[in-house]
């Protein structure tokens, strides 16, 4: 079930004492409109009730979708020293086996992990395909600090008899977000390149983004 608690929070604007909504846990399943909420940035948006301003509470949380077998731990900001062990899963979440836990820092890549889940994609494989993308099929995306994301799949069709598959990432120059996509096939290539190399083991509640792809690409 989901877990909310309630915070006093002084508002940056009139200083004044509001009450705030803090998710500690969210079960989309139980409670769907809270990744809407999530989606939206409401979530995490405190609204005060003096002055009408609104802030950004950066909260971490824990998201359970239950009909998808995945759990996330959730946080903004990814410690300096972050060393991309595996996270301690705490005590009392008796889960199956077979669900999937992960780590992740930043919003917007917490947004992504979701979508990549949801599909049912492997997300080892999603950023071993972005990373390449980036660095060899369009070197000027990681040359010029962008990061690329997943953005959706799309079925078959003549031109692509496997579906096709959708990435995104902000050009700041252009100020304008651009859109790639390739066959799907493409993406199953790179989760079987995935399987067949040990550096792409990804076991119990990893974070795996784009600079645990960066590290594991530099091994031998």
């Given at each position: 079930?989901?877990?909310?608690?309630?915070?006093?929070?002084?508002?940056?604007?009139?200083?004044q004492?509001?009450?705030?909504?803090?998710?500690?846990?969210?079960?989309?399943?139980?409670?769907?409109?809270?990744?809407?909420?999530?989606f939206?940035?409401?979530?995490?948006?405190?609204?005060?009730?003096?002055?009408?301003?609104v802030?950004?509470?950066?909260?971490?949380?824990?998201?359970?979708?239950?009909?998808?077998?995945?759990?996330?731990?959730?946080?903004?900001?990814?410690?300096?020293?972050?060393?991309?062990?595996?996270?301690?899963?705490?005590?009392?979440?008796?889960?199956?086996?077979?669900?999937?836990?992960?780590?992740?820092?930043?919003l917007?890549?917490?947004?992504?992990?979701?979508?990549?889940?949801?599909?049912?994609?492997?997300?080892?494989?999603?950023?071993h395909?972005?990373?390449?993308?980036?660095h060899?099929?369009?070197?000027?995306?990681?040359?010029?600090?962008?990061?690329?994301?997943?953005?959706?799949?799309?079925?078959?069709?003549e031109?692509?008899?496997?579906?096709?598959?959708?990435?995104?990432?902000?050009?700041?120059?252009?100020?304008?977000?651009?859109?790639?996509?390739?066959?799907?096939?493409?993406?199953?290539?790179?989760?079987?390149?995935?399987?067949?190399?040990?550096?792409?083991?990804?076991?119990?509640c990893?974070?795996?983004?784009?600079?645990?792809?960066?590290?594991?690409?530099?091994?031998?």
């Open positions: 079930m989901s877990q909310l608690r309630k915070e006093n929070i002084e508002c940056p604007h009139c200083h004492e509001g009450e705030f909504d803090l998710w500690t846990s969210v079960n989309v399943d139980l409670d769907p409109e809270l990744r809407e909420k999530i939206s940035d409401e979530l995490f948006m405190y609204h005060c009730p003096h002055c009408g301003k802030t950004g509470i950066p909260a971490g949380t824990l998201y359970h979708d239950m009909t998808h077998g995945f759990m996330i731990f959730f946080d903004f900001f990814k410690p300096d020293d972050y060393d991309y062990a595996p996270t301690e899963i705490p005590e009392g979440i008796g889960l199956q086996k077979e669900y999937l836990f992960r780590a992740v820092f930043g917007q890549r917490f947004k992504e992990k979701i979508v990549i889940l949801e599909h049912g994609l492997n997300d080892v494989a999603i950023e395909q972005k990373y390449m993308i980036s060899v099929i369009m070197p000027e995306i990681a040359e010029k600090g962008y990061e690329l994301f997943f953005a959706k799949t799309e079925e078959p069709n031109e692509f008899p496997y579906g096709t598959i959708y990435f995104f990432y902000d050009d700041e120059e252009k100020e304008q977000t651009m859109q790639i996509h390739f066959a799907m096939d493409n993406y199953y290539e790179h989760k079987l390149a995935c399987e067949l190399d040990p550096r792409m083991k990804a076991e119990g990893m974070c795996v983004d784009a600079e645990w792809m960066a590290k594991q690409m530099k091994e031998e």
